[in-house]
C-alpha cells in the first residue's frame, strides 16, 4: 500500500513539474522564433516535455546529451542524490530542513567557513545569543540597541532570500513579532570586487557541488547580482531583474549576463562591461569541497558565498533541498560535462543508487 501511494504521489509530482518547465520553456521559444528546432533524430530519448529546454541548449552549445532538463532534475536525480521522498505538495525530506535551518548552519559549518556574524537567535520562540545562550527580552533589547542596523533573516523556509530584512532600532521594540524562528546578523560588508556591479545587495556566488560515491566535484560556479537597489542577489527592483553570470574553472567572469525572470541573456550588467575575475575562487572551491565531504548525506548541494571586505571567505548560506541547476547549464554549457564522457551513463548510475 505504502509503494502504491508512493507512485502515485511521484506521478502527481512529476506532471506538476512537467507542466510548469513546458509553460517557461514555451516563453523563451517566443522569444527567439530564429531558433533551429530539434530534428527528429535528436527528438529521440528526448521527452516531449523537454523539447523547449534541450532546443534552448541546442542553440546555445550544440546539442548534447549532457545537458540535464529540470523536468529530469528535479523528479529523477534530485529525489536519488539527496535521498527525498514525495508528498501531495512535492518532494521534502525531514533531514534536510534541519540542515537549511540558519540558526544551525554555523553549527555544522564553522570548521571550514565562517558565516554572517550572528547577533541573536530565535528558535521555537525563544531568544538566544549566538552561542545558544537563553537570554530574556531584556537581554535581547540591551544587545540589539548597540547596533543602528541588523539584517534580519528566518531561518526556515526562506530559500532565495525571501523575508531577508533590514531592522533599526524602531523595528527592535518589536523583535517578538517576526515569528518564531529567525537570526538577527551583522550587516556584511563584501568585497569591492564582488559589489562593483551594485553595490546595494550582497552579490552571491553559487557553486554547485556533487558527492557521488564519496567524490565531490566542481559542477558550476555563477554569480548573482541583485538589481540596483535591491538588497538581496536574487530580488528585483523598480521593473528590473536581477542578473546571472557564469564563471568559468579559474574564477573568471563569462561574457553573458542571465535575467533571472525573464530568462533573456544580455552582454552586459546594468550596463557595466562584463569583465574581471571573483575574488579568492580557489579558496571557495577547496572549502565547499571539504564541507561537502562532511555533508555525505546530501549528492548534491548548492553553497551561497562571498568575501568580506577584509578579504575573508563568507557562507551566505547553502542548499540541500532543491539546489537549482538551470540556470547554470545555461550560462556555463553541460552541468554533467565537466565530469564525465556521457551524461546519459552518469544520469543511469545515479538512477541506481
Not at 506538476?16 to 521559444?29: G, M, S, W
Request: positive net charge.
Amino acid at each position: 500500500m505504502k509503494n502504491f501511494l508512493y507512485g502515485i504521489l511521484k506521478n502527481v509530482w512529476k506532471k506538476h513539474i512537467d507542466r510548469v518547465e513546458k509553460k517557461v520553456y514555451k516563453k523563451i521559444c517566443k522569444q527567439h522564433p530564429e531558433w533551429n528546432r530539434l530534428t527528429s533524430y535528436e527528438k529521440k530519448g528526448v521527452r516531449k516535455q523537454d523539447y523547449y529546454i534541450v532546443t534552448l541548449f541546442k542553440n546555445l552549445y550544440g546539442y548534447s546529451e549532457n545537458f540535464v532538463s529540470d523536468a529530469i532534475y528535479k523528479s529523477e536525480l534530485l529525489p536519488r542524490l539527496n535521498y527525498m521522498n514525495y508528498n501531495k505538495f512535492g518532494i521534502y525530506d525531514n533531514c534536510a530542513g534541519y540542515y537549511e535551518d540558519k540558526n544551525y548552519m554555523d553549527f555544522f559549518l564553522h570548521e571550514f567557513m565562517k558565516m554572517p556574524n550572528i547577533i541573536i537567535r530565535c528558535i521555537n520562540g525563544n531568544f538566544y545569543d549566538k552561542g545558544y545562550k537563553l537570554l530574556s527580552k531584556e537581554e535581547v533589547y540591551n544587545i540589539l540597541n548597540g547596533y543602528e542596523e541588523l539584517i534580519l533573516k528566518y531561518s526556515v523556509g526562506s530559500r532565495q532570500g525571501k523575508g531577508v530584512q533590514r531592522i533599526t532600532a524602531n523595528d527592535y521594540k518589536n523583535i517578538g513579532g517576526y515569528g518564531k524562528n529567525f537570526v538577527v546578523q551583522e550587516i556584511l560588508k563584501q568585497h569591492k570586487l564582488l559589489s562593483v556591479y551594485n553595490d546595494s545587495s550582497i552579490n552571491v556566488v553559487r557553486i554547485t557541488t556533487l558527492n557521488l560515491r564519496g567524490k565531490v566535484e566542481i559542477l558550476s560556479g555563477v554569480l548573482r547580482i541583485g538589481a540596483p537597489g535591491a538588497l538581496r542577489d536574487l530580488e528585483s527592483k523598480d521593473g528590473v531583474n536581477c542578473r546571472i553570470v557564469g564563471i568559468d574553472d579559474k574564477g573568471f567572469l563569462k561574457g553573458q549576463a542571465l535575467d533571472y525572470n525573464d530568462l533573456v541573456i544580455y552582454k552586459d550588467i546594468f550596463g557595466k562591461e562584463i569583465k574581471g575575475s571573483i575574488p579568492f575562487y580557489e579558496e571557495m572551491k577547496t572549502a565547499v569541497i571539504r564541507a561537502h565531504q562532511k555533508f555525505s548525506k546530501f549528492g548534491i548541494i548548492g553553497w551561497d558565498l562571498s568575501v568580506d571586505e577584509n578579504g575573508e571567505l563568507v557562507c551566505i548560506e547553502y542548499n540541500v533541498g532543491c539546489p537549482a541547476i538551470l540556470s547554470a547549464q545555461i550560462l556555463n554549457g553541460p552541468i554533467l560535462g565537466k565530469i564525465t564522457k556521457s551524461g546519459r551513463k552518469l544520469i543511469e548510475e545515479i538512477y541506481m543508487l
